[in-house]
Nanobody, 124 residues
Framework: QVQLVESGGGSVQAGGSLRLSCAAS????????MGWFRQAPGNEREFVAV????????YYRDSVKGRFTIARDNAKNTVYLQMNSLKPEDTAVYYC?????????????????WGQGTQVTVSS
């Protein structure tokens, strides 16, 4: 059983930056594919970014490419999401998730473990 705890959310103005962290415990973190998702009020949870167990592969949703960067530190059991040039439409609760498979999956239903989420609010 893997426990995930997100941190780093907050309120920023458009154009600002935040770095989200997700600390994992209770499992072999280095073997999991890690993803970030977000959910705005009234919307479905959507994929943001994913990183393979070795950090060799990453993938982003189109709207965050060039602005967000996903990274992981397997020695610290932590995955990060650096968010730059934030826009009001990035406002959502952000969740990290762990998948025991090796393929980079974008659908939330495929992930095995979830954190509780951290709120990101971007004002114009």
């Amino acid at each position: 059983q893997v426990q995930l705890v997100e941190s780093g959310g907050g309120s920023v103005q458009a154009g600002g930056s935040l770095r989200l962290s997700c600390a994992a415990s209770g499992g072999t973190f280095s073997t999991y594919t890690m993803g970030w998702f977000r959910q705005a009020p009234g919307n479905e949870r959507e994929f943001v970014a994913v990183i393979s167990w070795s950090s060799g592969r990453t993938y982003y949703r189109d709207s965050v490419k060039g602005r967000f960067t996903i990274a992981r530190d397997n020695a610290k059991n932590t995955v990060y999401l650096q968010m730059n040039s934030l826009k009001p439409e990035d406002t959502a609760v952000y969740y990290c998730a762990a998948d025991s498979g090796l393929v980079l999956v974008l659908t939330p239903q495929r992930y095995d473990y979830w954190g509780q989420g951290t709120q990101v609010t971007v004002s114009s």
